[in-house]
């Protein structure tokens, strides 16, 4: 593979983060956080409407939310910098896990397990701490536009045990055989789908919304598990993982892949609400949704 300077200075970064005692590397990254929603004033101004008009709150209350949801950001960073620290032993003084008796439920039923999730908390861990748990994991993920932060994450992802399939491409099919095989496969239902989703209410907007996880159930019958994480107070994580949301069929697949598609983004929606200052307030979640209503005017 060609030199890249980048990527061994972030590995180098990596190397000394590794070093340092975890409640410091949290303070550090969160001072980051703080950092970046000062200077970084285009995604916080984006951020800070969104919240306004997806939890009908203030300016204030927003702006508040959006400081929050930086700082959790820095540390989470610098926790995906200190991944290489994480070992079984250890694993567990960094997160604990709730419900994991609904996972394993799902998993010994033998169908794979689609694991629905959103950009809140430390994502980057969850794997890590169900591959050390004794499960195996797997994620479909966006590809970055770093490629040199890109390919660090994706060796982190794979030391903690978690097969990475790549979004938009023929890993689809590669996913497919890894549920077929009783993995766990997660999969970011708060992403803006682009022309290939669906259009549906999110956080009081329209938003076309990615159907991955329902056209995976539908076909191979797999379990639809939500699993999120949620900082401690005081560092470390929570894992919770709900029941199943059970898969509802009428016979008619569109109608089907609609209707499942709206249950599981009203949990993640419910999830985000509870944990306001978890989410990732300034993603592009409602893109799409607006060119399309865009070209419609044109168009009419």
Not at 233 to 255: F, M, N, S, W
Request: with cysteine.
């Amino acid at each position: 593979m060609k030199f890249s300077f980048r990527y061994y200075l972030l590995k180098c970064i990596s190397f000394f983060v590794c070093l340092l005692p975890y409640p410091l590397i949290c303070h550090i990254g969160r001072r980051i956080g703080y950092l970046y929603f000062l200077c970084a004033t285009r995604p916080r101004n984006r951020g800070i409407d969104q919240a306004m008009q997806g939890l009908d709150i203030s300016f204030p209350e927003a702006k508040c939310i959006m400081r929050k949801s930086c700082i959790h950001l820095g540390q989470t960073l610098m926790e995906i910098l200190y991944t290489p620290a994480l070992t079984p032993k250890n694993i567990k003084k960094y997160i604990s896990i709730e419900g994991l008796d609904n996972l394993r439920q799902a998993v010994e039923a033998g169908r794979g397990v689609i694991a629905v999730t959103a950009h809140v908390g430390n994502w980057e861990w969850m794997p890590a701490a169900l591959f050390y748990s004794g499960f195996p994991t797997s994620s479909i993920a966006q590809p970055q536009p770093n490629p040199h932060y890109d390919r660090v994450l994706n060796e982190y992802r794979r030391m903690c045990g978690t097969q990475i399939f790549n979004r938009g491409t023929t890993d689809i099919i590669k996913a497919a055989r890894a549920l077929k095989q009783g993995n766990i496969l997660g999969m970011f239902s708060d992403q803006d789908a682009g022309n290939k989703g669906v259009m549906l209410d999110f956080m009081g907007r329209e938003a076309l919304t990615p159907t991955g996880a329902a056209l995976f159930a539908d076909k191979l019958d797999s379990a639809i598990v939500p699993i999120f994480i949620f900082h401690r107070q005081g560092g470390g994580h929570r894992l919770v993982i709900d029941k199943p949301i059970i898969y509802q069929r009428t016979g008619d697949h569109e109608q089907d892949i609609y209707n499942n598609t709206k249950a599981i983004i009203k949990v993640v929606e419910d999830k985000i609400k509870l944990h306001p200052d978890e989410w990732i307030w300034f993603l592009k979640r409602w893109e799409s949704a607006k060119k399309y209503h865009t070209s419609k005017e044109k168009t009419a």
